[in-house]
């Protein structure tokens, strides 16, 4: 007896949402067209950009790089620093754009306690198709 009721109830449930689609065509386009625009705003948040680096100044010797890379992980960037052979760090940054303009103004404004940044310069943003990294590392 009960699994008729449940049957009666999800065929009256049925028939009432079929009514409604046929009654309100614009009320089914609407909700078909916010679950693209959802879809639109899901791909926007997973789209993935990449930068390049390099910091001037006093940022070898004073744990520069291992700074940037706490840094980078805090933020869920990924990519990579080195010292370079005429005193700066060098390096690459990928993620979410938002969070690489956050790293941006880490590299040019704080760094590591004891470092003194003289100028950081960055390429262009640009938007990757995936990651190239599995997270931030130091290069040796």
């Not at 940037?68 to 010292?83: I, Y």
Request: charged share 30%; with cysteine; proline share 2%.
């Amino acid at each position: 007896m009960a699994a008729y009721k449940s049957f009666a109830f999800n065929k009256i449930l049925f028939i009432n949402i079929f009514i409604c689609v046929i009654s309100f065509p614009e009320t089914a386009e609407s909700v078909k067209g916010d679950a693209f625009s959802f879809k639109e705003v899901e791909m926007a948040a997973k789209r993935i950009y990449g930068v390049d680096f390099e910091v001037f100044g006093r940022v070898q010797g004073v744990f520069f790089r291992k700074h940037t890379e706490k840094q980078a992980k805090v933020f869920g960037l990924r990519g990579w620093c080195m010292n370079t052979s005429h005193g700066t760090v060098r390096g690459k940054l990928e993620g979410d754009q938002d969070k690489i303009n956050e790293m941006k103004y880490w590299l040019e404004n704080k760094g590591s306690p004891t470092s003194r940044i003289d100028k950081a310069v960055f390429s262009e943003i640009k938007e990757i198709p995936d990651y190239s990294y599995k997270g931030f590392t130091i290069k040796r």
